[in-house]
């Protein structure tokens, strides 16, 4: 079983504004679209679209909470959500306006997790086996612990190596200090999260290689960095590298797409067990979602992932 973790999830109110948007005056929406939101959660809903099943942990709270719950469950996940009784669970929003390439965004705050909170969700986490996959996806709140995914692989570490789930981390930059000495099967930043991580600009394939290389040796077994457009670069657990060219076309609302990413490598890998052939369909999927509206479906992600190649393209181009 796959389970994923949103420590911080949301609901998010995508407005499309019917002119640009002008600040002091009224703005009005011509479309708008509430949806469940968090890494973990489009994780969950990608691959539920993929038909596999998996079961999304957070922390939920007030009316909000229970719109989440309501939508998340409506789009086939498993939910594992614990209430939590202070706060709500955050709405975010999203503002498109017409003729304007990207979007505004206003993100809100998230309840109030308690330690007893904490310790139900760990007490979950630590039943999980060999059998299972453990995804820690996206930030950390203020009103957690920023430590908290060091929790959770501690909770994990009382297991002998060999029962312990597979753990997938997808989070910013700062939290790679809390988990990199726990060797997490793969980490998947973007190239502005690598970028941070190593206080530097890495200008083309071959430097942001090197960088996988780095957190190779600090202890991750896995990295795939997601490149936009660019598609991504891969380093894996045996010194196999691959440079993946992304399919698709212009990108139509990159939001989910590097959720995807992990959605689809996970879909592949657990029937394949081929790291090679999880990272195709990892890019594929990411693809899929980038340029299409909301997380794609699996008809686009397996149209794409026909169009690829499936060598490896270093070539000349740059990032």
């Not at 998010?12 to 479309?31: E, W, Y």
């Not at 312990?164 to 930043?189: C, M, N, S, T, W």
Request: proline content about 5%; overall charge neutral.
């Amino acid at each position: 079983m796959i389970y994923t973790v949103t420590t911080s999830p949301s609901l998010d109110l995508v407005m499309q504004l019917s002119s640009p948007l002008t600040q002091g005056q009224v703005n009005r929406v011509a479309h708008e679209e509430l949806r469940p939101g968090g890494k973990g959660i489009n994780i969950s809903i990608m691959l539920h679209n993929l038909g596999v099943t998996s079961t999304a942990f957070g922390f939920v709270a007030g009316f909000s909470g229970d719109e989440l719950m309501r939508l998340t469950a409506a789009l086939g996940v498993k939910t594992g959500f614990l209430r939590v009784r202070r706060g709500r669970t955050r709405i975010n929003v999203r503002l498109k306006s017409e003729g304007q390439s990207g979007q505004t965004s206003i993100n809100g705050l998230g309840p109030e997790v308690s330690s007893d909170d904490i310790a139900y969700l760990v007490r979950k986490i630590a039943k999980l086996t060999a059998d299972d996959y453990l995804v820690l996806a996206g930030m950390v709140p203020p009103s957690l612990p920023q430590d908290i995914y060091s929790t959770f692989f501690e909770c994990l570490s009382a297991q002998p190596p060999l029962n312990r789930p597979k753990v997938i981390v997808d989070a910013p930059a700062e939290q790679f200090k809390y988990v990199l000495k726990y060797g997490p099967f793969l980490l998947k930043p973007n190239l502005k999260e690598l970028e941070t991580y190593f206080a530097r600009e890495l200008p083309d394939a071959q430097t942001v290689l090197e960088a996988c290389t780095q957190l190779q040796h600090e202890g991750a077994r896995n990295i795939l960095v997601s490149l936009g457009k660019h598609g991504a670069i891969f380093l894996d657990e045996y010194q196999n590298s691959y440079r993946i060219a992304a399919p698709g076309g212009s990108m139509s609302d990159k939001t989910g797409a590097g959720d995807s990413m992990i959605a689809g490598f996970l879909a592949d890998y657990q029937v394949s067990h081929s790291l090679e052939s999880a990272v195709y369909m990892a890019v594929a999927a990411g693809s899929a979602t980038a340029t299409t509206a909301g997380i794609a479906d699996k008809t686009r992600v397996m149209e794409l992932r026909a169009q690829m190649k499936d060598h490896s393209d270093w070539g000349e181009s740059l990032i």
